[in-house]
Each structure stands twice: as C-alpha cells, then as structure tokens.
C-alpha cells in the first residue's frame, strides 16, 4: 500500500518555463500538482506524468540537458514502489557530465541536491551525500523550493550573481572572474606584458582581495597591475579600490570627470538592504573615491602596447558611463549601460534615451565581443544585433508609456495594458530583453514623469503596509486562519502580487500565527521561485523578506578557457 503522503512531489516547482521543452515542462507542472489531485486519482496521476516525462526524454534522443534534469529531479523524489530511482540516478549522473550543456550552471544546484538525497536515502553514503549536499550549497536536506537560480546571497558577502569562476576569455589575454561578489572583474595582460589592467575595483576591499588573490594563484606569472579603468561610479565598481591602490604596483584609476555626480547619489541613496554588498560593505568604502585621471571626452591611450579607446556615455544606467573599448582585439567593456532596471532602483537615475545612443555607439564599433558589469548582461546582451533589436523597441515601448503617463494613467494601468510592440516578431532578439525590462522601463519612466502624487488618489496617503493590515483584524474582523485561508485562494487563482500584499500586511496584524507565517513564508518562495532566472533584485528583496539565503553552488573546477 503506497502512503498518499508520500506521492506528491514535494518541492514547490516554479522554474523559467521559457528555458524548458514544452513536454517536460507540462511533466513537471504535473508533479508541482500532484498534492491536489484526490487520493483515488493520485497514483495514476503520478504514472502519467512518469510517462510524459519518459516522452519528453525519447523525443529529444536523450541529448537535451533539460529534457533528462527535468526527468532525473522528478524521478529522483518518488517513492521507491514506482521504480524511477536507476533511471534518475542515470539522468542527474548524464547531467553532471554534461553541465556545459545546461542553461547555466544554477542548473547543477538541484541535480546535486538530488544525488546527495539518493546517496543519503537510497545508497546510505553518507559521505558520498555530503559531498553533493556541499556542491549544491545546501546545509541540509530541509529546502523545499526548487532553484535553478545561480544567484547566492549571504548576510556578510552580500549577492552574486554566478558560481565562482576563473575564465581565460582571450587566452593569455583577457580573464574574466564571476561569483567572487556582486559584480565582475576583468583584468587585460599588455601587449607587451608589462602590466595588468584592471576594469573596475569591485564593491569591497576584502572581495577585491579574494578575487586578485585567486586569480594570481590560478595564473601565476602574470604582470603587476598599473592600471584600473572604471566604467561608473557606482558602489560595486569603486568600492574594492581601496585594496589595489595598496599593492606594490600602485595602480593608476581612471573614470569618467563627472563621477562625483554619480558618487553623490550613491552615497544618499538607503542603506536598507544588506543582502545586495553584504554586511562587511560600508559606505567609507566609497567616499574618497578620487580617480587619477579624468575623462572628459573620447580618448585613445596605449598601455604597455595595447590601444585602448576610453568613450563617455550619458546613459542608461548612470551620468558617468565609460565604454572601454580594445579595437586590436574588438572587444568592448560596457559597464551596466544596459542594466534592465534603468539606474539602481532606489536611486533617481537612469536615462532610456541615453541608453539609445549609447546602443547606437555599440553599432559603430562593431566589436566581436562585449562584456559587462555583471554575468546576467553578459549572458543576455552579447552582441551588437540584439542591442540593435532592443533599443528599438525600448524606444517604441517608451513612446507609449509616456503618452499614457500624460492622459492620466496610474502605473498599474500601464502594467496591465500589457504593451507590446506590434512588429516584436520582426525582432527576434529582442524579445526576452524586452520582456526582461519592460516592467522596470515603466516603473522608471513613471517616476521620472510624474511628482509625489500620481493618478487618482496615489499619494494621497501615507498609510503602511503595517497602518493597512489593522483593517483585517480591527474593522473586518477576520481570525488569522480566516486570512490566510483568503490569502490560499488568491494564490490558487494566480493572484500572487496580490497574496503577497495582503501576507504581508496580515503578517504585521498576527506576528504570532502559526498560519499566516506559513503562508507568509509561502508567497515570498513563490515570488523568489517566479524571479529566480531574470529579476536578480527582486531576488534580493525577497529573499530579505524571507529571512532566507542562497548558498553559493560549489562547482568542481573553477577554471574556463572560452
């Protein structure tokens, strides 16, 4: 007799669908669904969902990494009457072997979690489970959602965006370091190899440390660091500087000659939100930042034999944007100008038609490679061509966000309206860049375009979330049960910002419910799960909601020629 308890799957599943085959994602949307299906239909629900992940697999001949991901995650959760444990040893083993082949390396997170439970339940290695509990990042077998994230964020460290990771992009040339913090490193061996040169510093001195440390270690040999070219002011690219400018090669820094602008709203902006630079960051970090050298204007410069063209930019992250540009090896370091949250959130910047003409800077060079500030960009905004294709549309999409603006639409209007450019099919490369700023492109352009009051009543008042909650309790005098019983049903029927809004407000009314933490706790991992693949912030702020880190994932081998 099979224990009904036991047949649902029981991590919550919410997964980027775009990056999963149709078939295997219908499969694992099943198993998320198994726990509401009735007990006398459960079991041939299980079974048919066994069979739709075994089709999935067929299908793709076996040679799509998700396809055998999904199948070896799900197969690997079942109870052992079902008979899937071999076969989903033999996918996670045919994932691992096969990383290169994932979306990305957060992929692996699950497939060693994964291993490490069928060590630890079926193969009673202890040992062999601690070894893929570690790669995993978990510290036990207690996590219950499902990440395919590469995000980590940790109290002290603050966020990264990727696993650490050492990659020789140009060989003996350019190297490329990913996860040591928030943003990347990028260091340039000379021509002549005289001299290392470094794109930005970082966000602390200690992460700077570790990264330079690690890179020296992993190369040995490499020549001492005489210069620092910074693309923006902003914390995570100036805050290390502090730890190179005490090296024995004593590094000249240059940035753009209007960086004390951009300094200035770094330094004003809210300090609410560790988990972005971590604990150990500090704003003195930044304060005295004071570069040697200013740019003011496009400038050639030869460093140890390498030409390097240095071309200011307006937008669309920041005022003191700096294109470094390599024209020998067509390479570019762009920075955060096409960061999709036009400017950090919580700071007033940003500017969409400066990002246009930077865009169209881009076309110009022509370069064959582009690297930016952060993994995520790199990954999404790699060529000119899918610039190109979303500049265009961002400009299509701007126009008609500042046209509702001024008939008087609220920006939940504007997000409803579900705005999308009528020839989108004509840009092919542009359509997840889009998708992935659009949201942000209206938030940004609303709070640029309108004052502290907005459409309707907004702004009228300045209630809290907390002063909103006592309506529950207070005036409609709902039980907690009552309330998180609501919040349940709006997350049944899809409203999750909704349940989210209302958990929130209830979880201030009824700090000692068992119920409403529970579902509090339940449309934070919803809303983590729904931005894990493209809305890193929002990651963030959820899991600070949380109160819940992300470990980093420990991938064996470090290293990468590209």
């Known amino acids: 007799m099979i224990s009904p308890a036991v047949l649902p799957i029981t991590k919550t599943c919410n997964v980027g669908m775009s990056t999963v085959p149709p078939l295997s994602a219908l499969g694992l949307l099943r198993a998320q669904n198994a726990q509401n299906i009735s007990l006398p239909r459960r079991i041939g629900w299980v079974r048919e969902t066994i069979r739709t992940l075994d089709d999935a697999v067929s299908l793709s001949q076996g040679r799509v990494f998700v396809t055998r991901w999904a199948r070896g995650t799900v ?24 990383s290169a082949a994932a979306p990305h390396l957060g992929w692996m997170r699950e497939v060693y979690f994964q291993r490490a439970h069928l060590k630890h339940e079926v193969e009673h290695d202890d040992a062999g489970a601690a070894k893929y509990l570690a790669q995993s990042g978990y510290p036990d077998f207690n996590m219950k959602e499902l990440l395919t994230t590469p995000f980590s964020s940790d109290e002290q460290t603050g966020h990264t965006f990727a696993p650490q990771k050492i990659s020789e992009v140009l060989p003996g040339r350019i190297y490329a370091l990913s996860g040591f913090e928030f943003t990347e490193y990028y260091f340039i061996v000379s021509k002549d190899r005289s001299q290392l040169i470094g794109i930005d510093a970082g966000t602390r001195p200690d992460a700077a440390k570790t990264a330079f440390e690690a890179l020296s270690a992993a190369y040995p040999g490499l020549p001492p660091l005489k210069t620092i070219l910074v693309t923006h002011a902003h914390w995570d690219h100036v805050g290390g500087v502090h730890y190179f400018r005490q090296l024995p090669s004593a590094p000249r820094v240059y940035a753009r000659s209007n960086y004390a602008e951009e300094l200035s709203h770094s330094l004003r902006a809210p300090q609410s939100h560790p988990l972005f630079f971590g604990q ?20 050639d410069i030869t460093l140890g034999g390498t030409t390097i063209r240095l071309l200011p930019i307006d937008g669309g992250e920041t005022p003191d944007g700096l294109f470094i540009y390599l024209p020998d090896e067509s390479t570019l370091f762009a920075g955060d100008f096409v960061m999709p949250y036009f400017g950090a959130p919580f700071v007033n910047e940003g500017n969409v038609d400066g990002l246009i003409a930077a865009v169209a800077q881009v076309a110009a060079l022509a370069p064959q490679h582009i690297y930016s500030g952060h993994a995520p960009l790199t990954r999404i905004f790699h060529d000119v061509a899918t610039l190109q294709q979303t500049a265009k549309q961002i400009g299509w999409l701007r126009d008609e966000i ?25 840009t092919p490369l542009a359509q997840l860049p889009l998708l992935l700023m659009r949201e942000n492109l209206i938030d940004r352009l609303y709070a640029q375009h309108t004052g502290y009051w907005g459409a309707g009543l907004q ?21 907690d049960r009552q309330v998180a019983d609501a919040i349940r049903q709006m997350l049944a029927q899809g409203d999750l910002d909704l349940a989210t809004r209302y958990a929130t ?23 983590r799960q729904k931005y894990q693949e493209f809305d890193p912030f929002r ?15 420990h991938t064996p081998g470090s290293h990468s020629t590209n």
């Open 75 to 98: 197969f690997a959760q079942l109870p052992g009457v079902f008979g899937t444990r071999q076969q989903a040893l033999d996918d996670l083993t045919w994932c691992e072997a096969h």
């Open 280 to 299: 150990r960051f500090t704003l003195d970090d930044i304060r005295d930042f004071h570069p040697d050298v200013v740019v003011d204007r496009p400038t």
């Open 402 to 426: 500042v046209k509702m603006i001024g008939v008087g639409a609220d920006r939940a209007t504007i997000h409803a309206r579900n705005l999308i450019p009528p020839d989108l099919a004509e």
């Open 459 to 479: 702004g009228m008042d300045s209630l809290s979330d907390d002063q909103l909650g006592v309506a529950l309790r207070r005036y409609l005098h709902l039980s």
């Open 505 to 527: 407000q209830a979880a201030s009314q009824y700090p000692d419910s068992a119920a409403v933490a529970e579902i509090h706790r339940t449309v934070l991992s919803q809303q």
């Open 539 to 553: 990651f963030i702020i959820y899991s600070e909601a949380m109160g819940s880190r992300v470990p980093a994932i």
